[in-house]
């Protein structure tokens, strides 16, 4: 098989931004957390915290792409690909799920906790990958163990690659209709143990996204047919993340407005309507990387060109850093309502939080990932960066 030489950057834009996406999100949601329930301003963060759950799924898919993309059309050598990817995923899930343990303890214990507590948490959470965002990692330790089943599957059955997508698109429905409403009304203590697990723990399962994984790994197997159809085609794509937008905000007011469903189960990533919603945002998202990519060593795009890099090199770091920054920009935020500041200046601080809190993280990955072997730590391995 021949091999790609090219870059994507088109990649990299997806990445800086779709981070920007996720920190929204959680800076977001601790707003609304201050909001009456019901209110105008509770339901309209609601709605745009709905629009912006496109992110666990864009980030899978990309990862599919990506893996595809590479190792599609080269040798492929099982060993090598496992010890180069455990070895940037399994070394910032070990130091981080420590550091999160550390920074919790002695935020609500003082220096009251003990070694004891701390590794019989630690052990749990590098079992569960209950701290903060480690989900993301657990599932993406298990696409890799299976990515060489993925990769032989869709060599294997190349001329079946529409039906694959497709029928992976009508099971992924079916399994979040199941989510949303069978499973979310469950208790699962009172399954069979084994089901009760994967009940608990079905977000961070990979069948839970298993769409994601074949669709992102399709789309590069036939990347430039895919990329040809999205260039004559590039307004109706724009179109369609519109529709898509307003139906998704329409739904969620439907359910909160008409159907009185709680909050948590309108805001919820795992339903139907996410899938295609959030396969339109992404898909947009891919094709404005590739409009920028095309212009990206123009000397006035430059700037900004700098900045994508440096944040797409960052975003794992800055999904790992992140959970420092939102905490001390929760507390920043209380000290402000409790003196009593106008709702239009809290309302008008969101923006500048969700800026702190990505480009702290930023900062501190990029130069985490600069220092040789300390780099691990943020999954980068340290070398020098040049942008032309």
């Not at 799920?97 to 959470?125: D, H, K, P, Q, T």
């Not at 949303?180 to 208790?187: G, I």
Request: hydrophobic residues 55%.
């Amino acid at each position: 098989m021949g091999k790609r030489h090219n870059h994507l950057y088109e990649i990299d834009l997806m990445r800086a931004f779709i981070m920007m996406s996720v920190l929204s999100v959680h800076t977001t949601s601790f707003f609304n957390t201050m909001n009456l329930g019901m209110s105008p301003g509770f339901l309209v963060l609601g709605a745009l915290i709905t629009s912006l759950h496109y992110t666990r799924e864009a980030f899978m898919f990309m990862t599919g792409l990506v893996l595809l993309f590479t190792y599609y059309q080269r040798p492929f050598h099982m060993l090598t690909f496992l010890r180069k990817r455990f070895l940037l995923i399994i070394v910032p899930y070990l130091v981080f799920n420590a550091l999160y343990l550390l920074f919790e303890g002695l935020y609500a214990y003082g220096f009251e906790w003990n070694v004891r507590w701390m590794l019989r948490v630690y052990g749990l959470s590098l079992i569960t990958g209950n701290q903060f965002f480690m989900y993301y990692i657990v599932v993406s330790i298990q696409l890799y163990l299976v990515f060489p089943l993925l990769l032989y599957g869709l060599r294997r059955f190349a001329r079946w690659h529409l039906h694959i997508f497709v029928a992976s698109f009508l099971v992924q429905i079916g399994l979040m209709a199941f989510n949303k409403f069978v499973l979310m009304e469950l208790n699962p203590s009172s399954l069979p143990h084994l089901l009760g697990i994967l009940d608990t723990y079905r977000d961070r399962f990979i069948l839970t996204y298993q769409f994601w994984f074949i669709a992102g790994g399709i789309m590069a197997c036939h990347y430039e047919g895919v990329l040809s159809f999205a260039n004559r085609h590039k307004r109706a794509l724009r179109l369609s993340l519109i529709v898509g937008l307003c139906v998704l905000w329409a739904h969620y007011f439907f359910d909160r407005l008409v159907v009185h469903e709680s909050e948590t189960l309108s805001e919820l990533v795992l339903q139907p309507i996410m899938i295609p919603y959030a396969l339109l945002a992404t898909l947009n998202m891919w094709y404005a990387g590739v409009q920028w990519a095309k212009r990206r060593s123009l000397v006035h795009w430059r700037p900004f060109s700098r900045f994508v890099e440096v944040a797409a090199a960052a975003s794992f770091g800055i999904f790992l850093i992140q959970p420092f920054p939102l905490r001390y920009m929760a507390e920043a935020i209380l000290f402000f309502r409790r003196v009593g500041i106008p709702l239009w200046i809290h309302y008008s601080l969101l923006p500048l939080c969700i800026l702190f809190v990505y480009f702290s993280g930023m900062v501190a990955a990029h130069y985490v990932g600069k220092v040789p072997i300390l780099s691990y730590v943020v999954g980068r391995k340290a070398e020098r960066m040049d942008y032309k």
